[in-house]
Nanobody, 122 residues
Framework: QLQASGGGSVETGGSLRLSCAAS????????MGWFRQAPGKEREFVAA????????LTADSMKGRFTISRDIAKNTVYLQMNSLKLEDTAVYYC?????????????????WGQGTQVTVSS
């Protein structure tokens, strides 16, 4: 129901834009989030957005570099990633929750996409 795409390989300092498209149902009234998981590490919060797009949360280490947005009409959420660093290498997951607000907790989400790989190299 949630399909993440846009991952790939990029050099440090580069940019990528991830997309998360919903199918089968609408998530227009749901808070949405992005998380990531690197090998051997726990799933980590990246960014989240209120259902209206009016408010967002971003992890401190990504503020100023990553921006979450959504297109309600397209049932799609985006993650613009700039100034990528080696430590941003991970599988990125999008998620939706049954509440309209944003959350930085993985447990606060009910629906998860399959993930898209982002690899940053020097």
């Amino acid at each position: 129901q949630l399909q993440a795409s846009g991952g790939g390989s990029v050099e440090t300092g580069g940019s990528l834009r991830l997309s998360c498209a919903a199918s089968g149902r609408t998530f227009s009234a749901h808070g949405m989030g992005w998380f990531r998981q690197a090998p051997g590490k726990e799933r980590e919060f990246v960014a989240a957005i209120h259902w209206s797009g009016g408010s967002t949360l971003t992890a401190d280490s990504m503020k100023g570099r990553f921006t979450i947005s959504r297109d309600i009409a397209k049932n799609t959420v985006y993650l613009q990633m700039n100034s990528l660093k080696l430590e941003d290498t991970a599988v990125y997951y999008c998620a939706a929750r049954s509440f309209r607000s944003a959350s930085d907790r993985p447990g606060g989400y009910d629906y998860w996409g399959q993930g898209t790989q982002v690899t940053v190299s020097s």
